[in-house]
């Protein structure tokens, strides 16, 4: 089993910079690719950015240019530079590794989320 705990969540204003973390934790696993996904209000999770093993990332086209992923794998970690905020980026924010690779069967974990709100 593998546990993902997001933090950094919280309000900003628009055009303000927010700055989440995901740790990974648990005994014997390598995840493949890592992922940020959101659910605002009343909508569908949609990708915000996934950041593959070797660092490449593909962003949603919402946050090209506003978020910058990175992706530490020796500490299990990545985090999501927010810029630039705006009101439509407020969201649940979830972390996701996929393709995890340990003693359990399971290959895909979610965290429980973090919160950003986007209000002036």
């Known amino acids: 089993q593998v546990q993902l705990m997001e933090s950094g969540g919280g309000s900003v204003q628009p055009g303000g910079s927010l700055v989440l973390s995901c740790a990974a934790a648990?005994?014997?696993?390598?995840?493949?690719?890592m992922s940020w996904y959101r659910q605002p209000p009343g909508k569908r999770r949609e990708l915000v950015v996934l950041?593959?093993?070797?660092?490449?990332?593909t962003y949603g086209e919402s946050v090209k240019g506003r978020f910058t992923a990175s992706r530490v794998n020796r500490r299990n970690m990545v985090w999501l530079t927010m810029t630039n905020l705006k009101p439509e980026d407020t969201a649940v924010y979830y972390c996701n590794a996929d393709g995890v690779v340990s003693t359990s069967p399971q290959s895909t974990y979610w965290g429980r989320g973090t919160q950003v709100t986007v209000s002036s």
């Open positions: 648990g005994m014997s696993f390598r995840i493949g690719n």
């Open positions: 950041i593959t093993f070797d660092g490449a990332t």
